[in-house]
């Protein structure tokens, strides 16, 4: 006898592989693989979140009104255009399960997030990687890969797990070259982070389309990673569609008022940029001080690729920062078997890890 029968391609899925949370051997653990918030949650959002403890019998708000009504004032952007999710990833499978069928072509940038060809791949889809240069995404290449069954361009800007960025200017060029009828969703789960003045999260390109969807997360700024909260806005006829298939209450009550007072939070958030500015300059320095090669990133973790040399590889090195208790993130399933990614952690934390790596370096 044999039991049910999956979809074919259901097989074939990757399954997705979190960072590291514990160091085998080692007395104690500081983790640095998942790009987590290094000033831990907002305060103010978990007063909220406590405070909801005492109405878990109640069923969350379907329509999560007022985490809308939030978002649309923070962004000055309009709330019946505003999806919410567990996690930006559900908003992401909830756009393949909509507008690819099996056969249906998705592309994303190589080295890109894992989540991409996982859930076109889920869906029947099929993922089409294109090059990049020098870990950033090319606009070029894209467009060379557009066929009449490509549906979906993935693009995490800035993008995951190099932290490099392209320019709203470039990546308006490429929605201005792709048929209409491919949707260009925007991950901008790492937004909250960039300080330069010619990148756009993709507000003003969702405005101005019909194909657009931009995604974000409360899991990095906001601190909120346990809770699974992330959000989209698209033109209004893609947020409906969406909306109209996610499940019914799919954001849990607590998460929603801990997103509300979270945006609230202007002094968390000031404070956890400034932290993350600041240390992203200082631990470039040391590494290529130590004779690494950090790839210039605009988030809040950064892509050190090491030398391909006996004993000084990344593999060796994420083996010695493992014993020591240290977990980064070692990515060959990416093809980036030769760097490791480093979320910035706390001061403490920064410096130690700096200190094992010269360590490891220099022995």
């Known amino acids: 006898m044999t039991g049910p029968e999956p979809r074919p391609w259901i097989k ?51 329509s999560y009104h007022d985490l809308r009504a939030a978002l649309a004032e923070k962004y000055t952007i309009e709330a019946g ?47 089409i990687e294109v090059d990049d240069t020098d870990y950033t995404a090319n606009v070029d290449n894209i467009l060379a890969a557009v066929t009449d069954r490509t549906r979906i361009i993935f693009l995490a800007n800035p993008n995951n797990p190099t932290g490099t960025y392209i320019s709203a200017k470039e990546v308006e060029r490429l929605w201005k070259n792709i048929p209409d009828n491919i949707l260009l969703i925007l991950d901008s789960a790492y937004a909250d982070f960039v300080e330069k003045d010619d990148y756009q999260a993709g507000i003003e390109l969702v405005q101005k389309s019909r194909n657009v969807l931009m995604t974000r997360t409360f899991s990095k700024l906001y601190g909120l990673a346990a809770l699974r909260l992330g959000w989209g806005y698209a033109c209004p006829d893609v947020a409906s569609i969406l909306d109209r298939i996610r499940d019914p209450f799919n ?87 030769h760097c490791l990614r480093l979320t910035i952690g706390t001061e403490t934390q920064n410096r130690a890890v700096i200190q094992r790596l010269k360590e490891f370096m220099e022995h």
């Open 12 to 62: 074939q899925l990757d399954v997705y592989v979190g960072g590291k949370s514990h160091a085998e051997g080692a007395e104690t653990t500081v983790k640095l693989s998942s790009n987590e918030s290094a000033l831990g949650a907002s305060p103010k959002a978990i007063t909220a979140y406590l405070e909801e403890a005492e109405k878990l019998h109640r069923y969350p708000d379907a």
């Open 81 to 127: 255009q505003i999806i919410c999710g567990i996690g930006s990833d559900e908003i992401l499978k909830l756009a393949c399960r909509a507008y690819i069928a099996p056969g249906d072509e998705v592309i994303f940038p190589k080295h890109s997030f894992m989540m991409y060809p996982i859930a076109a791949a889920s869906f029947g889809g099929v993922p």
């Open 251 to 337: 954001v849990p009550a607590p998460a929603q008022v801990a997103g509300i007072a979270a945006l609230a939070d202007t002094n968390f958030e000031n404070k956890a940029r400034a932290h993350n500015s600041k240390w992203l300059g200082i631990l470039r320095g040391e590494l290529i001080a130590m004779g690494l090669e950090p790839i210039p990133s605009v988030t809040n973790f950064i892509l050190i690729k090491f030398p391909d040399k006996t004993g000084k590889t990344a593999e060796n090195a994420n083996e010695y920062l493992l014993k020591q208790g240290f977990i980064l993130r070692w990515l060959p399933g990416q093809k980036l078997q």
